[in-house]
């Protein structure tokens, strides 16, 4: 990957300072100062506008739960890279040795346009079951649906900072893993046991990425990938007004701004951060009017879309089926930050707890793993899954991925102890991303 | 000749539906707005009789509409565009509805079905056609590029305020002008002709006589226009997916679509609510006066 | 008295002589007619300009290359309207809707009505501003209503086709009324008190009598409600399950932004169809089944119906 200098990037584990020491720091490297000439935002300002927001009451409580107990939904611990966590198990997993069912309809949930069909109906096919691919927008529509009971899939793609509170309210079940075989024996060793669910007991890994910069590398005149800090490409891009986009999420558009910030703990609490990153989204409004939704995939392709926050898969899939006639997908470049630096993230799969084909569930999970259903599912999305029959440099011989995408492959290290996921916030914290996105939404 | 009861029975059914599935749905978001919160999954928990009514949180959403907190910027942004929208409408509408009502004669009932006509066009339609011909390679731009009055072709539909009021007018004008011309219709035409006979030239019998009987209409239809307005959020998410034109009914949408902190968004529209019933309060309360003053 | 007159007419510009003709005291108000003229175009030419890139016979939406009937209606094996599956679906799922709307808000309806505008009571006047609520009320409104009792209250119902059309019938309801009311009262009470003199029972007189002649504007109603359920976005957007559940509007709306193919154009287009069509079946079943009662109220009537529409 990358070779930037890691000097550039000195100040990183910030959450182990104190309160004091953390913002001290901040305002050394230029909370007051900003880089790229933008309205910079003081301290004062930042505590200001917070008491308008009505945040400062529940500073101190907000504060002290951050730095001593860090608890999220059901009082469990919240997980990161360095303290993993072992889910509490809600109920006993299923028998070994049971028969699949068969006969009836198969339910799973995922996302739109993430996963082939044609792997989905050869499931159906392979234990006669008819299948049926129901999609959401987001996760948080998806738990929400889940948890209301208003879909009832057997099996569902769900992402890891959701888990805890899908395990606390029942509605997902341990797995056995005696019918997955494949996890031990074809996945990545560093994702048979997240830190995110010690063992293994409720999900399996899926697709691995990183969010980072997609661009066309015809329309972007600057090296992105070599410049000092790129995030500031957006606060830059003036000159694209109108082909800029960011991604329609609360967690990736508010990182994006702190990233560019230099502060590179994505799952803070710390409600100063989040009004900075905030006032500097407001900012990139007015810099160049970015568009914010997830069509990165399609647009940047038909050259609607020229510099796009997007994740590793994205490119890639845009590549490998999205092409639009005539252009061969040579200008399109993807940069993402080196480790922990920059959020890398994987999806899951888990069963519900009310799952009506329960061994029907443990068997996708399995075939889901399998190396050549994962590959062929990786050649249609263009997300990659974290097979170790499928490394980098094998892709790219067998000239599957191009040598401008090569950037969107990535090797089991950095993933792992010292990476930056998008993980689990106490539910204060979650509210206060939400709110904090909602108002940058109503331009407020 | 009928039974009395046939009446009331005949209307049972109906009542029955209206009162489930119109009245109770309000008492929803009267028990989420008012409610709880599910500690694991943080979706509202309804409370629904009055004692269990915690008002906290609506408290707070509105406190958020006081001047420099989160909610003002929208409203006002929200209602200055409503303002623009409806001056707009009426400087258009008002003038003709007056001609379609007081001097189209061979032509009215053709002006009348033309005038209609978009109503029952889809409003998503009419907005579809709109960002066709504002697109950047659409009719607008085109002709702006032959008649070179402007050098660089603007972007129309990128967060631009002015498409949204545009565009806002373009929408909402016919559910203007139908009212409006109903009420100019009902004007009595001696009473001009006495202003006339009277030595008044056409534009004082027009400012001294129509426009002050008019005046109920002109509420009327702006009111009728008005309110849906407020709550309007696919106009802007149609002609501008900008958050820099983000209206009232956004902020809605986001909160019930875009994350689960329903309560805040049934808080939300219940403001709405309120706000539009004070409004369409305030619109009775004018008319009923007019009618007074028009006995006496 | 009129200032060019003065010099001779060979002498005046073309522009004075179109402010003269515009500015005419003696003429009809030229200005006026101009002002309704270009409202009148300009409201309803860009829905002809949809409609007709819906004929285009390339990709573009804002370029025109050349005609092409059929090619985004069923012409085209991947994109038109009839092979995609997404748009054909939306298609289906409207007229799905819309068709029980019809069945369900009419005969509801046109009993509110009857029932409302002969029961003399409180009760009366409470209902009566009961069933004129939904015609006051914004959609964003009853949209999050219907969708927080369904999630909290109604938790039998889920988000899906069921639940959009009980949405629809809600609103459409007081359209019904008023439509069928607006009847009622034009023919008044005559009719059936002569068929009571005759003899008829109130089931006859009912049956005989009333529901004949309320017919025209039952039918009218019909049309009328389809019409409205067809064009309805908000209550089906906020009812919606998914993809599976997208009526013509989401999918407009889904994709006004996301660079379409013409296709929408096409389905945007057959919605309009529809609606003209339905309407014009009402207006000519109206004229038609009350062709003996018109001396010289019939237009009076007409825009009575319409304007009352919006009241």
């Known amino acids: 990957m990358q070779s930037l200098d890691d000097a550039r990037f000195r100040g990183a584990n910030i959450e182990r300072l104190s309160w004091g020491a953390r913002v001290a720091r901040l305002s050394a490297r230029g909370l007051g100062a900003p880089r790229s000439g933008s309205i910079g935002l003081s301290r004062r300002q930042a505590l200001a506008s917070l008491g308008s927001a009505g945040i400062t009451a529940a500073l101190p409580r907000i504060l002290t739960s951050a730095r001593s107990e860090a608890l999220g939904p059901g009082n469990i611990p919240l997980a990161r890279p360095e303290r993993p966590v072992a889910l509490p198990l809600n109920a006993a997993p299923i028998r070994s040795g049971l028969a699949p069912e068969t006969g009836g309809t198969f339910r799973l949930y995922n996302y739109a346009d993430y996963i082939d069909k044609k792997v989905v109906e050869e499931f159906g096919e392979r234990y006669g079951v008819v299948t049926e691919l129901s999609t959401f927008e987001n996760m948080d529509e998806a738990i929400t649906r889940m948890a209301s009971s208003m879909i009832l899939p057997d099996v569902t793609n769900i992402s890891h900072e959701r888990l805890v509170q899908a395990v606390v309210g029942k509605l997902l079940q341990p797995i056995n893993l005696d019918y997955v075989p494949n996890l031990g024996t074809c996945v990545w060793p560093s994702l048979q046991s997240p830190f995110y669910d010690v063992g293994s007991r409720y999900t399996v890994p899926y697709v691995v990425y990183a969010t980072g910069i997609g661009w066309r590398s015809d329309r972007i005149s600057e090296n992105i990938a070599a410049m000092d800090n790129p995030w500031s490409i957006f606060w830059r891009s003036g000159k694209y007004k109108g082909y800029v986009g960011i991604l329609d999420d609360d967690r990736q558009a508010l990182s994006l701004a702190m990233l560019y910030r230099g502060f590179y703990d994505i799952n803070t609490e710390d409600p100063v951060v989040i009004e900075r990153a905030l006032a500097d989204l407001r900012d990139l409004l007015l810099i160049c009017n970015p568009k914010i939704n997830e069509s990165q995939a399609h647009t940047l392709p038909t050259g609607e879309s020229w510099l796009h926050e997007a994740d590793s898969g994205d ?79 094998s892709l790219i011989e067998r000239r599957i991925i191009p040598r401008n995408l090569q950037t969107t492959i990535f090797t089991s290290d950095a993933f792992g102890p010292g990476s930056q996921h998008y993980a689990t916030l106490t539910a204060k914290g979650n509210a206060m991303w939400q709110k904090a996105y909602a108002r940058f939404l109503a331009g407020t | 000749m009928y039974p009395k009861w046939l009446w009331p029975a005949l209307a049972a059914a109906g009542i029955l539906w209206l009162v489930l599935l119109f009245l109770v749905p309000f008492y929803a978001i009267i028990g989420v707005a008012f409610g709880g919160v599910d500690p694991i999954f943080q979706n509202p928990v309804p409370a629904w009789s009055p004692w269990h009514w915690d008002f906290a949180s609506a408290i707070d959403t509105l406190k958020g509409f006081l001047p420099q907190h989160e909610y003002w910027r929208v409203f006002l942004r929200t209602a200055e565009y409503v303002a623009a929208a409806l001056t707009a409408s009426l400087l258009i509408g008002y003038p003709v509805a007056y001609y379609v009502s007081r001097h189209a004669r061979r032509t009215k009932a053709l002006l009348v079905a033309l005038l209609v006509l978009p109503f029952w066009v889809s409003y998503l339609m009419r907005m579809l056609a709109w960002v066709n011909l504002f697109a950047p390679s659409g009719l607008v731009n085109e002709v702006l590029a032959v008649t070179r009055l402007t050098t660089q072709p603007p972007d129309w539909l990128n967060g631009n305020p002015v498409s949204v009021i545009l565009a806002l007018v373009y929408g909402y004008v016919p559910y203007l002008i139908v009212p409006l011309l109903a009420a100019l219709d009902r004007i009595d035409q001696s009473l001009l002709e006495a202003a006339r006979d009277l030595g008044a030239s056409p534009w004082q019998a027009f400012v001294h006589v129509t426009l002050p009987l008019s005046k109920t209409g002109i509420l009327g239809a702006s009111v009728i226009i008005a309110l849906p307005m407020f709550g309007d959020y696919y106009t802007p998410n149609v002609v501008s997916g900008s958050p820099l034109t983000s209206m009232l009914g956004n902020q809605i949408d986001i909160f019930f679509h875009g994350g689960p902190q329903p309560s805040v968004g049934a808080s939300l529209t219940l403001i709405l609510t309120l706000f539009l019933a004070g409004l369409t309060a305030y619109y009775m309360v004018a008319v009923a006066r007019a009618h007074r003053e028009g006995e006496r | 008295m009129s200032a060019g007159a003065a010099s001779s007419p060979r002498a005046r510009s073309l522009a004075r002589r179109a402010l003269d003709w515009i500015a005419n005291p003696w003429g009809k108000p030229r200005f006026l007619l101009l002002v309704t003229w270009a409202y009148v175009g300009v409201s309803i030419l860009p829905v002809l300009v949809a409609i007709q890139f819906s004929f285009n016979a390339g990709r573009s939406m804002t370029a025109w290359q050349g005609f092409s009937l059929t090619r985004w209606y069923f012409g085209d094996p991947v994109y038109s309207v009839w092979h995609d599956p997404s748009l054909r679906h939306a298609l289906i799922q409207s007229l799905k809707l819309a068709g029980f709307d019809m069945v369900i808000a009419t005969p509801l309806g046109v009993m509110l009505a009857i029932g409302l505008s002969r029961w003399r009571s409180v009760a009366a006047s409470m209902s009566n501003f009961l069933m004129l609520l939904p015609m006051v009320t914004p959609e964003i409104v009853m949209g999050v209503a219907f969708y927080l009792v369904i999630l909290h209250l109604y938790t039998f119902i889920h988000p899906g086709t069921f639940a959009q059309a009980l949405g629809h019938v809600t609103f459409s309801l007081s359209y019904v009324v008023v439509i069928v009311r607006g009847r009622l009262v034009s023919i008044g009470r005559q009719y059936e008190e002569a068929a009571a003199d005759l003899g008829a029972t109130p089931w006859e007189s009912m049956r005989y009598v009333l529901l004949p002649l309320l017919l025209p504007a039952i039918l009218s109603s019909l049309m009328i409600v389809f019409a409205i359920s067809i064009d309805d976005f908000v209550i089906s957007q906020w009812l919606s399950c998914g993809a599976g559940c997208d009526t013509i509007p989401i999918r407009i709306y889904g994709s006004a932004r996301a660079g379409p193919l013409p296709a929408v154009n096409a389905l945007a287009a057959l919605m309009v169809y529809f609606t003209v069509i339905a309407l014009g079946i009402a207006y000519l079943l109206f004229r038609f089944l009350t062709r003996g009662e018109r001396a010289d109220r019939s237009t009076r009537l007409l825009v009575g119906d319409m304007a009352a529409l919006e009241m």
């Open chain 1, 315 to 393: 490119l890639l899939g845009a590549y490998l089926s999205d092409r639009p006639e005539g252009y061969d997908g040579s200008t399109l470049r993807f940069w993402s930050a080196p480790k922990g630096r920059g959020p890398v993230n994987n999806d899951c799969w888990a069963i519900l707890s009310a799952a009506k084909k329960p061994v029907l569930a443990h068997l996708w999970l399995n075939y889901l793993l399998d190396p050549s259903v994962a590959f062929n599912n990786f050649l249609y999305t263009g997300y990659q899954p974290p097979q170790v029959s499928l490394s980098a440099e």
